[in-house]
């Protein structure tokens, strides 16, 4: 059984991630995957009694006053809610949204590769805005958590911390980058000899039309899945 991990820094994330070929997903990558097509509050709809309906968060409960946990005034928030884990619970306990992500919603917040800025989405580029970082300036962090209220789950809540903060719920969804889909006659341009392109283009001229061929279907557009 696989749990998420958690109590790890910015700074930690970016070192073990690129050790393994992986990074952290840029804020607008996180939340293009979070939504997954919509464009509601959560991606479950407008409500957030459709989180507990589906199924699909992890949030401050009835299971944390349980627990007896330090975080129970966010309880109060949503005194009817029992999704029956106190703290993070393991990968794929909650529903998938359409794009096949567990636990997007809640459970734990994840660390983003960009600084945090409160008006950044106001004056930033509108394809793949990316906030740039020097020093210890904020990072974010999305999607809400175990201690946290279903307003601070939504798909557009945006927090900032501190790059070297180990904090408690606080943890990592990996990205990495994927080739972009080609079609198959640009693969096959790239990769025959030009004597062989010659050669099948005279067979085809003789032969009349080519066999049939497989031509693989496109990839999602987004440049990155996660891992």
């Not at 906030?131 to 279903?150: I, K, N, Q």
Request: with cysteine.
């Amino acid at each position: 059984m696989l749990h998420s991990v958690e109590q790890v820094s910015w700074q930690d994330c970016t070192e073990w991630l690129e050790r393994a070929g992986l990074r952290l997903p840029t804020e607008a990558q996180w939340e293009y995957g979070a939504r997954a097509g919509t464009h509601t509050p959560w991606w479950t709809g407008a409500e957030r009694e459709s989180l507990r309906t589906q199924r699909a968060a992890n949030l401050a409960d009835q299971a944390v006053l349980r627990l007896q946990a330090r975080w129970e005034n966010s309880v109060r928030d949503w005194p009817e809610l029992d999704d029956g884990y106190p703290v993070h619970a393991p990968i794929g306990t909650y529903a998938a949204n359409p794009f096949g992500l567990h636990e997007g919603t809640g459970n734990v917040f994840e660390w983003c590769q960009d600084a945090y800025m409160g008006d950044f989405y106001a004056r930033s580029p509108r394809k793949d805005p990316v906030s740039t970082w020097s020093g210890d300036v904020p990072r974010v962090c999305r999607g809400g958590g175990f201690m946290f209220t279903a307003a601070q789950a939504r798909s557009a809540y945006r927090f900032g911390d501190t790059p070297s903060l180990r904090g408690y719920g606080l943890g990592v969804r990996p990205a990495r980058a994927v080739e972009p889909w080609r079609r198959s006659e640009d693969v096959d341009a790239a990769v025959r000899p030009p004597g062989l392109r010659a050669a099948s283009q005279s067979w085809r001229t003789a032969r009349g039309a080519a066999r049939p061929r497989i031509v693989a279907a496109p990839r999602p557009r987004s440049s990155l899945r996660s891992a």
